[in-house]
């Protein structure tokens, strides 16, 4: 019978997390280069706050712009920033949840995670607890998820590269 060892867990989720690092810190770049063309450090100090989902957001809006000119590579980010959007929703629970590592959960190569909901609302005068979320996942769907992540952050470092060396579109001077 398999079982899944305590530490082979533990370098999964640590190299799942790192792997998603990655990809969020090559999308920021993508997203400097579309922003400021010429001086990728004026778009990081414009997007460094930005959550993931809006980072992306506003890479779709710039790349269907700026690279009018690449259809190609225009087409590549966007379907970059679709697969990592697809990825997105757990990236929390993989970084912040509570994973449970019970042994009867890895003899059946099995791991649950769980995201505890809290709220700030003003009515109830503070905090207030609104749920769990619980996660659970197999052994092989977290080496897929690894492995898709992995694959987006290869992919968004080559982007980066591509997206620097292609002719971006200016916006015209206002009158």
């Excluded at 400021?36 to 414009?46: H, Y």
């Excluded at 690279?67 to 697969?83: F, G, H, M, S």
Aim: net charge positive; glycine share 6%; aromatic share 6%.
């Amino acid at each position: 019978m398999k079982m899944t060892k305590r530490k082979d867990l533990f370098q999964l989720i640590g190299e799942l997390s790192v792997s998603f690092s990655s990809l969020e810190h090559m999308l920021g770049y993508i997203l400097c280069e579309l922003v400021s063309l010429n001086e990728p450090f004026v778009g990081g100090l414009v997007t460094a706050e930005a959550p993931l989902h809006r980072k992306l957001r506003l890479i779709r809006k710039l790349a269907s712009y700026r690279l009018l000119n690449a259809p190609d590579l225009r087409k590549e980010v966007l379907d970059l920033v679709e697969a990592s959007d697809k990825l997105r929703p757990d990236r929390n629970l993989w970084v912040h949840g509570n994973w449970e590592l019970s042994e009867e959960q890895l003899m059946a190569d099995k791991v649950r995670c769980f995201d505890f909901r809290w709220e700030h609302r003003e009515h109830s005068g503070g905090g207030e607890f609104v749920g769990v979320r619980e996660r659970e996942f197999t052994i092989e769907q977290l080496n897929q998820l690894r492995s898709e992540v992995q694959r987006c952050a290869i992919h968004a470092l080559r982007l980066v590269q591509t997206v620097r060396a292609a002719p971006l579109l200016q916006a015209k001077q206002p009158l």
